[in-house]
């Protein structure tokens, strides 16, 4: 199974810290999506969008299935897994499964959008810290 990633498990040193698999990964984008900020925390979610919303992020191919399940205890009781379509930079697309805010925490979510760069530099350090 493919997973499409767009926030803290984009970056390898998070990545690693889940999952133990060694997997193909490549740029992806999906479309009906949007990823906004979560009160009081540095990692973003990603809600349901309109068709012009899309979000950015890294598609990691044949992910086994221990993999799936510790990801699946990661994202915890916030998240809940899809499918969707994911568009690669060559224009091609493949089906990944990615994780969205479960419907009954929307209360949680910021009016903003997050910022991957500024996690690059300075979130990933303080989430691992955590």
């Known amino acids: 199974m493919h997973v499409f990633t767009y926030g803290s498990l984009m970056f390898d040193p998070v990545w690693l810290k889940v999952a133990r698999g060694s997997y193909e990964k490549i740029e992806a984008r999906v479309y009906g999506y949007t990823r906004r900020k979560l009160k009081g925390e540095i990692y973003p ?67 903003e959008p997050w910022d991957p760069a500024w996690f690059s530099k300075i979130g990933v350090q303080l989430f691992l810290e955590d």
């Open 45 to 111: 979610a990603a809600l349901c969008g309109t068709d012009a919303d899309c979000v950015d992020g890294i598609a990691h191919l044949n992910v086994n299935q221990d993999d799936i399940r510790r990801l699946d205890e990661f994202e915890g009781p916030y998240y809940r897994r899809e499918m969707a379509e994911c568009r690669l930079p060559d224009g091609s697309a493949i089906m990944a499964c990615l994780y969205i805010l479960d419907e009954q925490y929307m209360n949680l979510v910021e009016d």
